[in-house]
């Protein structure tokens, strides 16, 4: 059964960090593409980074660029968002892709504020 736990979220002041985890089962991360999504109240879910099914290409949108950075674990089959230099408008519930599969994580929390 193909399942994304997304953890790692929580309250963090401005310009801290925090790092995502999404531990997969049912598949391996290592042969697909994996994205994190974020939403915040009343807006649309975004996409903050892709990493390809090689591991070899990352994308960022340039609201995140230099900040995000998304890599894998293929030994522990999860996928990881490390977030520095947070800032209040990343505030949002983060969310774990599985690409060609379709598949959502459960969501994490994070809160930037003072």
Request: aromatic share 10%.
């Given at each position: 059964q193909v399942q994304?736990?997304?953890?790692?979220?929580?309250?963090?002041?401005?310009g801290g960090s925090l790092r995502l985890s999404c531990a997969a089962s049912g598949f391996r991360v290592s042969i697909y593409g994996m994205s994190w999504y974020r939403q915040a109240p009343?807006?649309?879910?975004?996409?903050?980074?892709?990493i390809s099914s090689d591991g070899g290409r990352t994308i960022y949108p340039d609201s995140v660029k230099?900040?995000?950075?998304?890599s894998?674990?293929?030994?522990?089959n999860t996928v990881y968002?490390?977030?520095n230099s947070l800032k209040p408008e990343d505030t949002?519930?983060?969310?774990?892709?599985?690409?060609?599969?379709?598949?959502?994580?459960?969501?994490?929390?994070?809160t930037v504020s003072s």
């Open positions: 994304l736990v997304d953890a790692g979220g929580g309250l963090v002041q401005p009343g807006k649309e879910r975004e996409l903050v980074a892709t230099g900040r995000f950075t998304i894998r674990d293929n030994a522990k968002l490390q977030m949002a519930v983060y969310y774990c892709y599985a690409r060609t599969l379709g598949r959502w994580g459960q969501g994490t929390q994070v």
